[in-house]
């Protein structure tokens, strides 16, 4: 299943800890990382690349799963069941109800360009973060606070 990308490609990330959301380009989260762990940038936790999907994320990943694969087992199993309720000619009787299974897949999530890009100077690493952000930041890679955070543009 595709996340979508902003219009730099960069992917919203989700700190599992405060909550709070940045980005971080995709490339930066390929089999050649040399991590296996980010830092958040705002409140500087670490964890395991896997852990930083947003809560929008998750529902879209549940909505197609349920989609894409339970709702069509669940329909074959449905018409198993009317066919040996044919097959055994009144003997044995099945009723099912299936609500839901016909509905639409979920809507594609779509991205923002609502971050502003900083660099961090520790490892030259690129992010995404909220502009509201007062603070200062950790940086991705080695969670250290980096007093020379730069904008860029």
Excluded at 4 to 28: H, V
Excluded at 116 to 142: A, I, M, N
């Amino acid at each position: 299943m595709d996340i979508p990308l902003d219009s730099d490609g960069y992917l919203r990330r989700e700190c599992p800890e405060c909550a709070r959301q940045f980005k971080i380009e995709i490339a930066d989260e390929d089999e050649s990382r040399s991590v296996d762990r980010l830092h958040c940038p705002y409140c500087g936790r670490s964890a395991l690349l896997d852990q930083w999907f947003t809560e929008e994320q998750v529902q879209y990943f549940r909505d197609r799963v349920v989609s894409d694969v339970v709702n069509p087992a669940l329909r074959g199993f449905t018409e198993q069941l009317q066919r040996a309720s044919r097959a055994s000619e009144g003997l044995i009787g099945f009723e099912v109800k299936s609500e839901g299974l016909d509905e639409p897949p979920p809507r594609r999530l779509r991205e923002e360009d609502d971050m502003v890009r900083v660099r961090f100077s520790c490892c030259e690493e690129t992010v995404k973060v909220s502009p509201d952000w007062g603070r200062e930041l950790h940086c991705v890679v080695c969670g250290t606070t980096d007093t020379d955070v730069r904008e860029e543009e």
